[in-house]
């Protein structure tokens, strides 16, 4: 069938092409590089997305305790920007979530904030999240000179 868009648990047999995708974003320091084994390690975390069988997204959620996650590694194919596919995963993770706990934190940090704002997050501020400041921030070429915003989805159970 035409246009049939799905999103999915990725499966060991995405590595590859998850990889070809972050790195398209990685280069621009968009996102942060990730490496296949990095990929295979945190499989479980990934959803992709899948138009007419071809791979054109993906997105992780990194889990950091305390009811406090993150949005991470989120990428659509640049051919297929706008056409609801970053709005299929981060709403397929969001689902997740809502299944397994009964209340919860998702953040983001991004230069995207209009997207995030159409899917119900709200601004906030870096410093609400140590954690993740003093793991990857520490390793990201830009730590000194961070532009990117963040922006949190709370769930109460409501
Ligand atoms: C950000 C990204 C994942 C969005 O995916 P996408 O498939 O292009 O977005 P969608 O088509 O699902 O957009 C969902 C909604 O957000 C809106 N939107 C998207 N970008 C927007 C922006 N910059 N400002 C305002 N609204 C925006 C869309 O209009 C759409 O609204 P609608 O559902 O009411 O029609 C994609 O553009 C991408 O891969 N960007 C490069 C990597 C990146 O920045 N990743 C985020 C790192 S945290």
């Not at 648990?9 to 280069?27: Q, V």
């Not at 990929?39 to 889990?63: H, S």
């Not at 991004?110 to 993740?132: D, I, S």
Request: proline share 3%; net charge positive; charged share 30%.
């Amino acid at each position: 069938m035409k246009n049939a868009l799905t999103v999915q648990a990725a499966e060991k047999s995405d590595i590859s092409a998850i990889h070809k995708l972050l790195s398209i974003y990685a280069e621009k320091q968009i996102v942060l590089p990730r490496s296949e084994a990095d990929i295979e390690y945190y499989l479980g975390n990934f959803v992709v997305a899948r138009l007419d069988e071809e791979l054109c997204g993906c997105c992780a959620v990194r889990d950091f305790g305390g009811d406090l996650l993150e949005v991470r590694s989120l990428v659509v194919a640049p051919r297929l920007e706008g056409k609801g596919i970053g709005r299929a995963l981060v709403e397929a993770i969001i689902a997740g979530l809502k299944v397994k706990r009964k209340k919860f934190c998702l953040f983001a940090l991004t230069y995207r904030t209009g997207f995030f704002r159409k899917l119900g997050f709200h601004p906030a501020v870096k410093e609400m999240f140590p954690q993740k400041i003093w793991t990857d921030c520490a390793n990201c070429p830009k730590k000194d000179h961070c532009d990117e915003q963040a922006l949190i989805f709370q769930y109460d159970g409501e």
